[in-house]
């Protein structure tokens, strides 16, 4: 796998409509934070109207967030899936985050259910359990952008916790050597998740949750931010 192959960014939805005005997509924030760690170029197609690209083009695949749910089962989630079953059983490097990292575990054998402890968002604390290269240069418990309401429920055969929080069990999986979720946002800096919290404020109140303290505490998560940049530099070249 040489750098003419670029990063392939399966886009399953957008940012709330301001955040998208002012930072653009997905797709950009995850190339603004992986810098000059790639230099490899990208490319991306969305999962719910695009034909996906032969696997073999790829360098490595990212899945971005979505406010769809994998619970509802829709079409479009079925077929990407089954895509994503293919591209981990053929050992190409993947990146799930948050809906990514729900939709692989889901294509992989597990389950996804509504979390029964809630919605987490904001600047959230999550715990290593077990070491592993994504988390290189990161402390025991680090900060991390987070927005969910939905978690891996069950595990696919074989995956591997490696994070965890108090509303979340599966903050981190490594579900194969190459591919890895994370329920959290590496790609959202403080700025971003201000805006998250401002497109869902009324909604958080009505569900009992303190949103002026949520905004006042949103910090940025330079340890959260890094596990993207440790899947290019230590779980790509794998298979370089």
Known sequence: ?????????????????????????????????IGDAWSGGYSSFDARTDAPPDPREAAAFIITGSAANVPDRIDWMLRTEGYLREVVQMGVPTFGICFGHQILAQALGGEVRKNPRGREIGTRHIEKIEHDPIFDGIPEVFKASVTHVDTVARLPRGATV???????????IRFTETCYGVQFHPELDADVMRGYIEHRWETLEAEGLVVDELHRTIEECEHGRRTLLNFVRHVMVRRR
Do not use: C
């Open 1 to 33: 796998m040489g750098q003419s192959k670029k990063i392939f960014i399966v886009k399953t939805g957008e940012p709330v409509p301001k955040v998208r005005e002012r930072r653009g997509e997905f797709s950009d924030m995850i190339a603004e934070t």
């Open 162 to 172: 490696l994070a965890k929080n108090d509303l979340d069990d599966h903050h981190t």
